[in-house]
């Protein structure tokens, strides 16, 4: 199975401070089926970002995603309050379908 | 508007089995996958597998294979999942989620399972 290891597992980013989270895969993944999810506590995940680099509706511009292969990201141009979340990577590129241990976003 | 709504929260004793019920709405249920994801206290997410209810034709993860049954009754549109020979691993809030383009586009707002004497 696709391995979908994300970097940092915790982290915390300053109002206005640029973020940016990896995930990188055991083998390669088709950009079409990757995927980021965020997920607040109590609530169920949100699909953020899908095929790579598209918002999902509703999802701020300040968000983007990048990549290929086996490397991918997901990158705050300025961070938020409301930004401060788990994020999740996720691949339907090949079964089974895998996620990301995800990064807890904290607001310093 | 699309929606699933699954049922309430399970107590069980080890060893019992469970069914989570997904109601759909706002959508030909037919159309669409239902995935179910299994996610322990602080953890990361699991697939354990779909189900399209158009042919009921269903995909495991082999790591649930014998654990979980996944189901689907089209007159009322629902999905089901059955949960058996529960241990405390079973131990987790678990998701309906409907695709779109790939993604998981819709949740449910999770049945939190909980396996105790």
């Known amino acids: 199975q696709i391995v979908l290891t994300q970097s940092p597992a915790i982290m915390s980013a300053s109002p206005g401070e640029k973020v940016t989270l990896t995930c990188s895969a055991s083998s390669s993944v088709s950009s079409s089926y990757l995927y980021w999810y965020q997920q607040k506590p109590g609530s169920s995940p949100k699909l953020w970002i899908y095929?790579?680099?598209n918002l999902a509706s509703g999802v701020p511009a300040r968000f983007s995603g990048s990549g290929s292969g086996t490397s991918y990201s997901l990158t705050i141009s300025s961070m938020e309050a409301e930004d401060a979340a788990s994020y999740f990577c996720?691949?339907?590129?090949?079964?089974?379908?895998?996620f990301g241990a995800g990064t807890k976003l904290e607001l310093k | 508007q699309v929606q699933l709504q699954q049922s309430g929260p399970e107590l069980v004793k080890p060893g019992a089995s469970v069914r989570i019920s997904c109601k759909a709405s706002?959508?030909?249920?037919?159309?669409?996958?239902i995935h179910w994801v299994k996610q322990r206290p602080g953890q990361g997410l699991e697939w354990i597998g779909w189900?399209?209810?158009?042919?009921?034709?269903?995909k495991y993860n082999e790591k649930f294979k014998g654990k979980a049954t996944l189901t689907a009754d089209k007159s009322s549109s629902t999905a089901y999942m059955q949960l058996s020979s529960l241990t405390s691993e079973d131990s987790a809030v678990y998701f309906c989620?409907?695709?779109?383009?790939?993604?998981?586009?819709?949740w449910g707002q999770g049945t939190l399972v909980t396996v105790s004497a």
């Open positions: 989620a409907r695709d779109w383009d790939g993604g998981f586009a819709y």
């Open positions: 095929s790579t680099s």
């Open positions: 189900i399209y209810p158009g042919n009921v034709n269903t």
């Open positions: 706002g959508y030909t249920f037919t159309s669409y996958y």
């Open positions: 996720h691949q339907w590129s090949s079964y089974p379908l895998t």
